[in-house]
């Protein structure tokens, strides 16, 4: 059974760069897509985009100008960096495994909540 | 990017009656749509992908449908577990976008 688990910095300072790391453990990374998503508190859920550690990444145009994925297959995770980070931004970050393409989100980390503030 | 027009956003029903949340696509998207629940300090589950096929684990209340541009979710015989927030997702192209949700609570 794969578990994945969200880990970073819960408080972000306005401009920074907020930097998440997702560590899965039961599956290898390599053979499915990596998902990153988000929850505003009140609001809904947002995709900001999947890896697939073969080489390809997905972005939603509403973060791509900011936003970067990566894998470490090594130590089998999945990271997300977004700079430039505003309030907005502050939200629970999930990310979650996709079986395959055209996929849902079968498996998810139980997120982490990250604040925006000075 | 695709746009899921989710209805209703709020719904208040009781134990044991059937409900049916509705999702638009904006353009066609075959049967890739997924349905997730959601509760309050927990992960989204999955409940149906591809439109009608049901996660492994879900009880047998939940059922979708559709194909094209309109997709259900139905609820037969509501239980007290079931009150939550569900949204419907499209994975046909990345966005994979999300409905703007529908909360369900107890009448």
């Known amino acids: 059974q794969v578990h994945l688990q969200e880990s970073g910095p819960s408080l972000v300072k306005p401009s920074e760069t907020l930097s998440l790391t997702c560590t899965v453990s039961g599956r290898s990374i390599r053979t499915y897509y990596w998902t990153w998503i988000r929850q505003p508190a009140g609001k809904g859920l947002e995709w900001i985009g999947r890896?697939?550690?073969?080489?390809?990444?997905n972005y939603s145009p509403s973060f791509r100008s900011r936003v970067t994925m990566s894998a470490d297959t090594s130590n089998n995770q999945i990271s997300l960096l977004m700079t430039s980070v505003t309030a907005a931004d502050t939200a629970i970050y999930y990310c979650?495994?996709?079986?395959?393409?055209?996929?849902?989100?079968?498996?998810w980390g139980p997120g982490i909540l990250v604040t925006v503030s000075s | 990017d695709i746009q899921m027009t989710q209805s209703p956003s709020s719904l208040s029903a009781s134990v044991g009656d059937r409900v049916t949340i509705t999702c638009r696509a904006s353009q066609t998207i075959s049967t890739y749509v997924n349905w997730y629940q959601v509760k309050p300090g927990r992960a989204p589950q999955v409940l149906i992908y591809g439109a009608s096929e049901m996660q492994s684990g879900v009880p047998s209340r939940f059922s979708g449908s559709g194909s094209g541009t309109d997709f259900t979710l139905s609820i037969t015989s509501l239980q007290p577990e079931d009150f939550a927030t569900y949204y419907c997702q499209q994975s046909f192209d990345t966005p994979h976008t999300f409905g703007q949700g529908t909360k369900l609570d107890i009448k």
């Open positions: 890896i697939y550690p073969g080489g390809t990444t």
């Open positions: 979650a495994r996709d079986p395959s393409d055209y996929s849902h989100s079968a498996s």
